[in-house]
């Protein structure tokens, strides 16, 4: 019975090569976030989509994008990693906010750039 | 800006001790405070939450009180178990419906047998 369901667990790209994470929820809320989080450090949120409106925090870097095609799906793409965005991405959900402010969280994954 | 403050760990701990982990916060408007538990190799949970002043949340024998006049919401629980290690987290959403939570770096609790 996952609910938020992050893929895969682990990802291992080169350096300036595009990659691109998954999330995806069972749980039909409104609002899906990204969040990055590095080792000992704060999750720092990325960007959320409320429904198909597109959120972006105002110190994410431009090489950090994201979609979400449909209500279950969200992406994360980062167009050109560099060594300094190796971390731990969490995807989050949440239902409207105004109505329940609890997010629930996927897994993470722990992306490694060579 | 917004910010949340809690104690470095590790903290480890005997099993059936009593655990503080202090959180404060910095907040301009009216805060939600959470705190939220990973536990090894798992995304962040709810632990619970308080959403005004003098609320107590409470959850699994876990208890943690909003206290605005000292911008805190300390996590406790009378007696630890060894299932209870994990990496908790003190958070808050400046005002009631918002979408950005802010998190405070983690603790990490060690429970030994």
């Known amino acids: 019975d996952a609910m938020v369901i992050q893929n895969p667990r682990y990802q291992v790209t080169q350096f300036g090569k595009p990659v691109t994470l998954s999330c995806s929820q069972t749980l039909n809320h409104n609002v899906m976030y990204w969040y990055q989080q590095k080792s000992s450090q704060a999750p720092k949120l990325l960007f959320h989509?409320?429904?198909?409106?597109?959120?972006n925090e105002a110190d994410t870097p431009d090489n950090f994008q994201s979609r979400r095609p449909n209500t279950s799906f969200c992406f994360l793409d980062i167009r050109s990693p560099g060594l300094g965005d190796a971390a731990m991405y969490l995807c989050?959900?949440?239902?409207?906010?105004?109505?329940?402010?609890?997010?629930?969280f996927g897994p993470g994954t722990r992306l490694l750039v060579l | 800006g917004n910010s949340v403050t809690q104690m470095e760990g590790p903290v480890t701990l005997s099993e059936e001790a009593f655990l503080t982990i202090n959180c404060t916060y910095t907040?301009?408007?009216?805060?939600?405070l959470f705190w939220y538990v990973q536990y090894p190799g798992e995304g962040l949970q709810l632990l619970l939450k308080a959403t005004k002043a003098d609320d107590k949340g409470s959850n699994k024998g876990f208890e943690a009180t909003y206290r605005k006049e000292t911008t805190s919401f300390h996590l406790e629980k009378g007696s630890v178990q060894v299932s209870d290690s994990a990496v908790y987290f003190c958070a808050l959403i400046e005002d009631t419906g918002g979408f950005k939570t802010i998190f405070g770096a983690g603790t990490r609790l060690f429970v030994k047998a």
């Open positions: 989509y409320y429904d198909k409106d597109f959120n």
């Open positions: 907040a301009t408007g009216y805060p939600s």
């Open positions: 989050a959900t949440s239902r409207d906010p105004r109505q329940e402010e609890t997010q629930y």
